[in-house]
């Protein structure tokens, strides 16, 4: 504990002390500067607040800057003398561009400004929330042909949180209580970061990964329901690919934002960023501590033979802590080729306290009171370095993308946890499970535009993966600290490799007749997996899986008119097991609710079909979804009991557990609409919604009898629904505060019946310090309400269960943006034929 307290201290000062000294090279360019001040107006000659005034320098463009009038239209800016294009906009202005000649210090009047006569939708300014510099309208939520995109600026409900909080604001995205993620009903969801795999995510994306990535670091969302073929297969639910913020503003740039909440947790994250000439670097990084209380109840009614019922309930309280920091550099070796390298750390170290109750009532005898209580810790530490190159062979669209990303991930869990039986001591197990993960991904993107409409794309890709468990699972029935007399539980003390190694190969080509847009693409990957199993019982399993599989994409669209557009799509996808589901007894925590592990478990693959429209106008966007998704193989979650018997103290107990095992068994068909809307009602109401409802049918009937009395249906079939409202009320210029909504319908098959949830939080946010701040309050699930709920019907019993992953919560964020230099313009891109908006040179590459 003493070493990791010293790694945090000296990463912390190594931080600080970079900042400071990039902050002071970042000075030692300046030159001779020039006190500058004046003031915006409007045609009756009144003050405009907050309006943008960007002076863009002729001679040489990294002297520009930008700067915000404060309440009485006035501002301040320290400038380099020369000459200057000076350009003003204000919200319902028209944009206002003079030239003067900055020679000293002083006054240079006033700049008048006209009001726009009309407002359209390519010429609308964003509303200030916090400080804006360039005036174009962005929605939060846009569509193109392959994807939709969320951008959580606007989102003042996340403000201060992290990754799992700005999801469960993202339409057609469902959070669960657990942390699990979820697009239109499915939980087989693929994340990336800025386009590819991330060692930030953790091993299998756990929701503790999800928790450690600021909401402040995140520039954008992209929800990919149908990907196309360049991008990776995985994930039969789709795609969503995290863009994180890389600043493009001249000069010394940056934020800081620091939160306060309850449960009890702080935060302290910055965004910095310094471009001078052919150079871009940038530092994000940040950590915080959180406390997390989770709670489990189950209640089971067993009526066939044995006559008893079971009750228990587990409390377990979670105290972590996170740091990450992330940092790149860009080099530009001419205007046609760029160099690029950053790299990521990342820590996450937790303590906890579980307290499990069990309460069995056999109906012949009294009832027996049972106490399983652990103390654990974690450890979580994160490597991923990214080199890049990028190269336009011309003007016209021709590029080659070149990439490289070695990660590393390793995680440790140790947990002492002592079981009680009516008060006296009954086993000790002492718990320690180590994995690491290495990956290797290497990637090659190639466009080459074909005449003015069409557009051929081919890649390659690379991914190495390298999975090492090793878990170890001691107990005792001996109540003797000094000579407690442990020994192995040998069927869950294990060590496994799992080696994953694909290739995969794309092609695809788009083009537009009239008004008619397709895109044609053909996938093709060649898996292969090894296993290699050994637990202390002598089990040995080696196993390898090999896959050749093609995935074709076909994506159609037909303008009607501007911002009036049909889509239709198909794809096929595949779901690759997580690589813990097919290790045997991958965890041994709780001795009544177990995890199996299933080494024949094989992938799962669905082909998913959706019609959609788009209508956008100023004020009003809706874009509704027919989809149809058709799953073979489909991985299903068996729940079984079984009797196991134990000695303790000489005495033979026996015990109810209940194993949770993967198996692929039948189909699962699903046909439902996906509506997503936004609508500026009026200047002060804004709403975003998102309907979700689908019907849904499931097949399958399961029985093994080695491990079953009687077999299990998955048969069910039923309708379904999800839906989100989001509405804005901006109260001035500054202040602003959100009601969101979110509402998840019941689902039922003939072994477990879910039922419905709901919440609602709320968020204010307010500008401060003349734009360069924002000071949030949110507190999410008012009334406490987020927790899922579930009945299970096995052969001879009916369980009840209860989970509550996280309560309600209250969080105060304030933040401070510094030096807000002018935006780079980037370099003219081909408009991409296919799609109704316009596209983002910081997408990640998909493959």
């Not at 053909?522 to 995935?551: M, Q």
């Not at 690759?576 to 992938?603: A, E, H, K």
């Not at 303790?648 to 809307?677: S, Y």
């Amino acid at each position: 504990m003493k070493n990791k307290t010293e790694i945090v201290n000296i990463f912390t000062r190594k931080t600080l002390g970079l900042t400071f000294v990039l902050s002071a090279a970042a000075l030692a360019f300046a030159q001779e500067k020039a006190g500058v001040s004046g003031t915006i107006v409007n045609k009756k000659n009144q003050p405009v607040p907050y309006a943008s005034v960007t002076f863009s320098n002729k001679a040489n463009k990294s002297l520009s800057d930008a700067v915000l009038t404060d309440e009485k239209g006035q501002y301040k800016i320290q400038l380099t003398p020369g000459d200057y294009d000076i350009a003003v906009e204000a919200i319902d202005y028209k944009k206002s561009i003079v030239n003067k000649s900055i020679a000293a210090s002083g006054n240079i009047g006033a700049l008048s400004i006209e009001p726009e006569a009309t407002t359209t939708l390519d010429g609308k300014t964003n509303e200030i929330q916090g400080i804006v510099i360039t005036a174009a309208s962005t929605k939060p939520y846009k569509v193109e042909l392959d994807k939709k995109t969320y951008d959580p600026s606007q989102d003042i409900v996340s403000k201060g949180g992290n990754l799992q909080d700005v999801l469960t604001n993202v339409p057609s995205v469902s959070v669960d209580t657990d942390g699990t993620v979820s697009m239109r009903g499915s939980s087989n969801v693929k994340f990336l970061i800025n386009g590819k795999p991330s060692a930030l995510l953790g091993i299998d994306d756990g929701a503790n990964a999800l928790q450690s990535i600021p909401a402040d670091q995140i520039d954008r969302i992209e929800v990919i329901t149908n990907p196309s073929s360049k991008f990776e297969a995985s994930g039969t639910a789709g795609i969503l690919n995290i863009i994180l913020k890389k600043n493009k503003k001249t000069g010394f740039n940056g934020s800081v934002t620091g939160t306060l909440g309850y449960l009890p947790q702080t935060a302290l994250n910055t965004n910095l960023s310094w471009r001078k000439g052919k150079f871009t670097w940038f530092l994000n990084g940040g950590g915080g501590y959180r406390e997390s209380k989770n709670t489990n109840r189950n209640d089971a009614l067993f009526n066939s033979g044995i006559n008893k019922e079971t009750h228990n309930e587990s409390i377990s309280k979670n105290k972590n802590d996170n740091y990450n920091a992330t940092g790149g550099i860009t080099y530009d070796i001419s205007e046609k080729t760029s160099v690029n390298a950053s790299g990521t750390v990342r820590t996450f170290d937790s303590d906890n306290k579980g307290n499990i109750n069990y309460f069995d009532n056999p109906f012949a005898g009294g009832t027996i009171f049972r106490q399983r209580t652990s103390l654990g810790n974690g450890n979580n530490l994160a490597f991923q370095g990214d080199f890049g190159l990028d190269h336009k062979f011309d003007d016209k669209g021709q590029n080659l993308s070149l990439s490289l990303s070695l990660q590393r991930n390793r995680s440790n869990t140790d947990s002492n946890i002592n079981d009680t039986k009516d008060g006296a001591f009954q086993l000790l197990n002492i718990i320690d499970q180590n994995t690491i993960n290495k990956s290797v991904i290497a990637k090659a993107d190639y466009e080459l535009p074909l005449g003015e409409n069409s557009k051929l794309e081919a890649g390659y890709r690379l991914d190495a993966n390298n999975n090492d468990y090793s878990n170890q699972v001691l107990q005792s029935t001996t109540n003797n600290l000094a000579a407690p007399g442990l020994d192995y539980l040998k069927k869950y003390t294990y060590d496994a490799t799992y080696k994953e190694m694909f290739n995969a190969f794309y092609l695809q080509f788009k083009s537009k007749i009239g008004k008619l847009g397709y895109q044609l693409g053909l996938r093709d990957e060649i898996s292969n997996v090894d296993i290699n199993y050994l637990n202390r019982d002598g089990d040995a399993i080696i196993k390898s899986k090999n896959y050749n599989n093609l995935f074709p994409s076909v994506f159609l669209s037909y303008d009607i008119a501007k911002d009036n557009q049909f889509l239709v799509n198909y794809s096929r996808r595949i779901d690759r097991p997580r690589s813990f589901f097919l290790i045997p007894n991958p965890n041994y925590s709780d001795n009544q609710n177990i995890f199996d592990g299933n080494i024949d478990l094989n992938p799962s693959y669905v082909d998913s079909y959706e019609i959609g429209y788009n209508f956008s106008k100023k004020t009003f966007n809706i874009n509704p979804t027919l989809y149809y998704r058709h799953t073979t193989d489909d991985v299903k979650m068996l729940v079984y009991d079984q009797e196991a018997t134990t000695t303790i103290n000489g005495v033979n107990q026996t015990l109810t557990t209940f194993h949770t095992k993967p198996i692929n068994l039948g189909t699962d068909d699903r046909i439902g609409m996906d509506l997503n809307f936004s609508w500026d009602a009026t200047k002060w109401l804004k709403f975003l919604g998102n309907v979700d409802v689908f019907r849904y049918k499931t097949d399958g009937v399961y029985f093994d009898p080695d491990i079953m009395k009687e077999p299990t249906s998955f048969e069910g079939k039923g309708f379904s629904s999800r839906a989100r409202l989001t509405s804005t009320f901006k109260v001035d210029k500054t202040f602003s505060f959100q009601l969101q909504g979110f509402y998840r319908g019941a689902q039922k098959t003939q072994s477990i019946d879910r039922k419905d949830m709901y919440a609602l939080s709320l968020g204010a946010s307010k500008t401060i310090w003349s734009g360069n701040g924002t000071i949030s309050f949110n507190i999410q699930d008012i009334f406490n309400t987020r927790a899922m709920r579930s009945t299970a019907y096995g052969s001879n019993y009916v369980r009840d269960s209860y989970m509550q992953w996280q309560p309600r919560q209250f969080a105060l964020s304030l933040t401070y943006r510094f030096k807000q230099g002018e935006k780079v313009d980037q370099p003219k891109k081909k408009k991409d034929i296919n799609s109704n908006a316009a596209g983002d040179d910081q997408q990640g590459s998909p493959m």
